[in-house]
């Protein structure tokens, strides 16, 4: 029995649509659909029927389906025991995370790494949510820390699990002309200014862009960036203005460098760790669920 196709009826299951699931899998149609009909020809039954709603498992394929996916959890599993038989010390869990949120979630994982996850080695790549999104579709990383935005916006395949919402707060030069305000911001004031925008089509760059169009207005928008930390660094300059999540800006404005202002009409945005639907191994599912735990907190 081929390992591959298994992935492959797995991933139909999950999406319901061979449709979905090859472009989950980023093959054609037509490859996903041969291989399940050889897997379905060696067990000797049909895993899937057709409705009009897409796809369902018949019930013999839903029961075969059910271990299968319990039996590939054993075989990544493999691999950690193959590491511990060479005598290597660690996992290794790979996360993704967007720009700007170090302030908030590092001082969180590296509080007390070695006892809350011992024999674990974190490798942490920082990109803007689009990238993590993809970087998880390809399976480079195993969980990515962003901002959850519209569900129908989500990748399919992804998951994801709320860790703390925030406030959007807006940030200017310390001696940008609104420093002297005393009320929240109102939005509407808002329309003339140059501003610093993040991707307007996902994350918290389109919760930013939609706090204007809910106005019926748009933005006057003087460049658009990928990352928090060059958002901030425009700003400090003196370059634009821009809303972040008030909590990765901290720094700088204890330091100074920036003044935040709460805004009218207010808005939380929540930062959720995403991930595959497909499990982990064993022990990287524990560490997940560990460090899940830890950013929490």
Same mark, same amino acid.
Do not use: W
């Given at each position: ?100 949120? $170090?302030? +908030?979630? =590092? ?5 007390? #790494?070695? !006892?809350? @996850?011992?024999?674990? %080695? *974190? ?19 195993? $969980?990515? +820390?962003? =901002? ?5 916006? #989500?990748? !399919?395949? @992804?998951?994801?699990? %709320? *860790? ?134």
């Amino acid at each position: 029995m081929d390992f591959r196709q298994l992935r492959y009826a797995l991933s139909v299951y999950k999406e319901r649509s061979f449709t979905k699931a090859a472009k989950r899998l980023n093959i054609s149609q037509s490859a996903v659909s041969e291989q399940v009909k050889l897997l379905e020809e060696e067990i000797g039954f049909e895993l899937f029927r057709r409705t009009s709603g897409g796809v369902e498992s018949t019930d013999r394929g839903r029961t075969f389906l059910y271990e299968s996916e319990r039996v590939m959890g054993d075989l990544l599993s493999l691999s950690d025991t193959a590491r511990r038989l060479r005598g290597a010390l660690s996992d290794t869990l790979t996360i993704g995370m967007g720009s700007g949120m $170090a302030q +908030i979630f =590092i001082p969180r994982m590296f509080a007390d #790494l070695k !006892s809350d @996850l011992p024999g674990v %080695r *974190l490798d942490i790549l920082t990109a803007p949510t689009k990238n993590i999104f993809n970087e998880l579709h390809e399976e480079r990383i195993d $969980a990515g +820390i962003a =901002i959850e935005s519209d569900p129908d916006r #989500l990748p !399919s395949g @992804l998951i994801f699990d %709320r *860790l703390i919402d925030v406030e959007m707060a807006l940030i200017t030069h310390p001696k940008h002309a609104l420093t002297r305000s005393k009320q929240p911001v109102d939005i509407g004031r808002l329309l003339a200014e140059p501003f610093i925008m993040s991707e307007l089509t996902v994350g918290y760059g389109q919760v930013v862009f939609t706090l204007f169009t809910d106005l019926g207005i748009r933005p006057n928008i003087l460049a658009v960036v990928d990352n928090i930390e060059t958002i901030k660094m425009i700003v400090q300059s003196g370059g634009g203005i821009a809303i972040v999540p008030r909590a990765c800006a901290e720094n700088e404005v204890a330091l100074g460098l920036l003044k935040a202002f709460s805004i009218a009409p207010a808005r939380n945005v929540a930062f959720s760790l995403f991930r595959r639907r497909e499990p982990l191994s064993r022990r990287k599912e524990a560490a997940l669920l560990k460090l899940r735990e830890m950013l929490k907190a």
